[in-house]
């Protein structure tokens, strides 16, 4: 779907399309769009809503039918605003009349506008229109009004002013607008209001209830091992900016990491937006299907459109298989699931998409085709030189020094244990410390992971499919599985 400009609504317009599907959540800008490139073709725009009919002039109110009706009457050149089209469009008698009167647009140089957040057409109407979809307001845009708005109270700094743009972008023109008024209260911009901007923006984008902003609070460092996934990722570091362009490179699009739970699939994805320093967000596929304001074509629309506005991002989508395991028996979660791919196909804004799975068999095929993502990545359990870096790193996270521990020892004591049972091992061990009124020990670690029952002897033949299939499939997240490939 093209994006909505002036110049791309002119050329459908000259080259025969009479009707257009534009989808937006802001109509203020979408009139504002339809009125320039009317105006630069020597055409007015005229409105038509179901309450007030065309221009306001309560002629054609009632329903589709009765607008249409009042359009065929008007015989100069227009653009025809048909707003909360998707609200219209089962008036079966007013489908009929549109496509009688489409050849008539094109003879008075008419064209009709379908306007709505999400636009499901007719399969009558399919084939002959265009359809195009309003970006959320870019930096560019975002710079322009917020200028203007601060005029009153001097030039904000321009600094200051690209961290109020960068904090609101993923807000609609009018949101941002608010924002900003709130922010400054009437003074001049400063830091303080810079930071109201970005407070207030997480707070206006929960609306968006497959979305939801995370604060990245540990980097890569704070991973243990995977280290040839680690190395994969720092290679594309650059590969985001103008330079990496130049030089031929596309826009990284994303990898999905598939292992055995609790071996740091999510905390990955989390640690790539913090070094990279990019926002992180989350994509929560069950959110958008249980939303009783939007549907979930909706809602996934507008979470791509967020993402690709703020972008350069991090996009995280934890168990995705999850999300589309009903995509075989049912119709929505399959056109959900197939304008998701799509997405992931055609994307063109550098959002970095980092998607998690456990379990490959509800994996569908076509998520794993070439093009969706950069690389697919095997995430096992810890070998005995990750679950020392593992243990060290959790120690230290609770302000001990790991050079106190005998960490050989206890990673070979902790074997087929995964990240995420270490790390409570640790817990376990202060737990018993403090009890006792005294300092950590080696004992203490060494009881709590003899006492740990592993993931593994729970779903031993699970995780063993699981390797199986990625050894052909995937590729290795930890340097030693890639040498142990090697050597196989």
Same mark, same amino acid.
């Not at 306007?115 to 195009?132: K, Q």
């Not at 922010?183 to 930071?195: I, Q, S, T, W, Y």
């Not at 990279?276 to 979470?303: G, I, K, N, T, Y």
């Not at 050989?408 to 990240?419: K, V």
């Given at each position: 779907?093209?994006?909505?400009? /002036?110049?791309?609504?002119?050329?459908?317009?000259?080259?025969?399309?009479?009707?257009?599907? *534009?989808?937006?959540?802001?109509?203020?800008?979408?009139?504002?769009?339809?009125?320039?490139?009317?105006?630069?073709?020597?055409?007015?725009?005229?409105?038509?809503?179901?309450?007030?009919?065309?221009?306001?002039?309560?002629?054609?109110?009632?329903?589709?039918?009765?607008?249409?009706?009042?359009?065929?009457?008007?015989?100069?050149?227009?653009?025809?605003?048909?707003?909360?089209?998707?609200?219209?469009?089962?008036?079966?008698?007013?489908?009929?009349?549109?496509?009688?009167?489409? /050849?008539?647009?094109?003879?008075?140089?008419?064209?009709?506008?379908?306007?709505?957040?999400?636009?499901?057409? /007719?399969?009558?109407?399919?084939?002959?229109?265009?359809?195009?979809?309003?970006? *959320?307001?870019?930096? =560019?845009?975002?710079?322009?009004?917020?200028?203007?708005?601060?005029?009153?109270?001097?030039?904000?700094?321009?600094?200051?002013?690209?961290?109020?743009?960068?904090?609101?972008?993923?807000?609609?023109?009018?949101?941002?607008?608010?924002?900003?008024?709130?922010?400054?209260?009437?003074?001049?911009?400063?830091?303080?209001?810079?930071?109201?901007?970005?407070?207030?923006?997480? +707070?206006?984008?929960?609306?968006?209830?497959?979305?939801?902003?995370?604060?990245?609070?540990?980097?890569?460092? #704070?991973?243990?091992?995977?280290?040839?996934?680690?190395?994969?990722?720092?290679?594309?570091?650059?590969?985001?900016?103008?330079?990496?362009?130049?030089?031929?490179?596309?826009?990284?699009?994303? *990898?999905?990491?598939?292992?055995?739970?609790?071996?740091?699939?999510?905390?990955?994805?989390?640690?790539?937006?913090?070094?990279?320093?990019?926002?992180?967000?989350?994509?929560? *596929?069950?959110?958008?299907?249980?939303?009783?304001?939007?549907?979930?074509?909706?809602?996934?629309?507008?979470?791509?459109?967020?993402?690709?506005?703020?972008?350069?991002?991090?996009?995280?989508?934890?168990?995705?298989?999850?999300?589309?395991?009903?995509?075989?028996?049912?119709?929505?979660?399959?056109?959900?699931?197939?304008?998701?791919?799509?997405?992931?196909?055609?994307?063109?804004?550098?959002?970095?998409?980092?998607?998690?799975?456990?379990?490959?068999?509800?994996?569908?095929?076509?998520?794993?085709?070439?093009?969706?993502? #950069?690389?697919?990545?095997?995430?096992?359990?810890?070998?005995?030189?990750?679950?020392?870096?593992?243990?060290?790193?959790?120690?230290?996270?609770?302000?001990?020094?790991?050079?106190?521990? +005998?960490?050989?020892?206890?990673?070979?004591?902790?074997?087929?244990?995964?990240?995420?049972?270490?790390?409570?091992?640790?817990?376990?061990?202060?737990?018993?410390?403090?009890?006792?009124?005294?300092?950590?020990?080696?004992?203490?670690?060494?009881? =709590?992971?003899?006492?740990?029952?592993?993931?593994?002897?729970?779903?031993?033949?699970?995780?063993?499919?699981? +390797?199986?299939?990625?050894?052909?499939?995937?590729?290795?997240?930890?340097?030693?599985?890639?040498?142990?490939?090697?050597?196989?």
């Amino acid at each position: 779907m093209s994006a909505a400009t /002036p110049d791309e609504l002119r050329a459908l317009v000259r080259s025969g399309w009479r009707l257009i599907a *534009l989808e937006t959540f802001e109509e203020d800008r979408a009139q504002a769009l339809l009125e320039r490139a009317a105006a630069s073709g020597g055409a007015a725009c005229v409105r038509w809503t179901l309450a007030s009919g065309l221009g306001d002039t309560g002629r054609g109110a009632g329903s589709l039918d009765a607008g249409l009706t009042a359009i065929a009457e008007h015989r100069e050149p227009a653009l025809f605003c048909l707003l909360d089209a998707h609200r219209v469009l089962d008036d079966a008698q007013g489908v009929r009349r549109l496509r009688d009167l489409l /050849p008539e647009l094109g003879a008075r140089r008419q064209a009709v506008v379908l306007v709505g957040p999400v636009l499901e057409l /007719p399969l009558e109407l399919s084939r002959d229109a265009a359809r195009l979809e309003l970006p *959320l307001p870019g930096a =560019a845009e975002l710079r322009a009004v917020f200028t203007k708005l601060g005029e009153k109270s001097g030039t904000p700094p321009p600094e200051l002013l690209d961290a109020a743009v960068r904090g609101a972008l993923g807000l609609s023109s009018g949101e941002a607008v608010r924002v900003f008024r709130k922010a400054c209260h009437g003074a001049a911009l400063d830091a303080d209001a810079v930071a109201e901007i970005v407070r207030d923006k997480r +707070r206006a984008l929960r609306r968006t209830p497959a979305l939801a902003f995370h604060d990245a609070e540990a980097g890569l460092g #704070d991973v243990g091992g995977l280290g040839e996934l680690k190395r994969w990722l720092s290679e594309r570091r650059r590969a985001f900016g103008e330079e990496a362009r130049r030089f031929g490179l596309p826009v990284p699009r994303g *990898l999905l990491l598939l292992g055995v739970q609790g071996c740091g699939k999510s905390l990955c994805a989390k640690a790539v937006a913090r070094e990279w320093h990019f926002p992180l967000l989350r994509l929560d *596929l069950a959110s958008a299907f249980a939303s009783s304001s939007q549907s979930p074509e909706a809602a996934m629309r507008e979470a791509s459109l967020v993402a690709e506005s703020i972008a350069p991002a991090v996009l995280w989508v934890d168990e995705i298989e999850k999300g589309f395991a009903a995509a075989d028996s049912d119709p929505r979660s399959s056109r959900v699931f197939g304008s998701f791919l799509t997405w992931l196909s055609e994307k063109r804004s550098p959002v970095f998409v980092v998607a998690t799975a456990n379990d490959v068999s509800r994996l569908p095929p076509e998520l794993l085709r070439r093009g969706r993502f #950069d690389e697919l990545f095997f995430v096992d359990l810890p070998t005995q030189r990750e679950r020392a870096e593992i243990l060290a790193i959790h120690l230290r996270r609770h302000h001990r020094d790991p050079a106190h521990f +005998r960490l050989d020892e206890l990673a070979a004591a902790s074997e087929r244990l995964t990240g995420a049972e270490l790390e409570q091992a640790v817990v376990a061990g202060l737990h018993a410390a403090f009890a006792a009124s005294r300092e950590l020990g080696g004992d203490d670690l060494t009881n =709590a992971l003899t006492q740990t029952v592993p993931l593994y002897e729970t779903y031993e033949e699970r995780i063993k499919e699981l +390797r199986d299939w990625a050894r052909t499939r995937a590729r290795p997240a930890s340097t030693d599985a890639r040498m142990l490939d090697l050597f196989a």
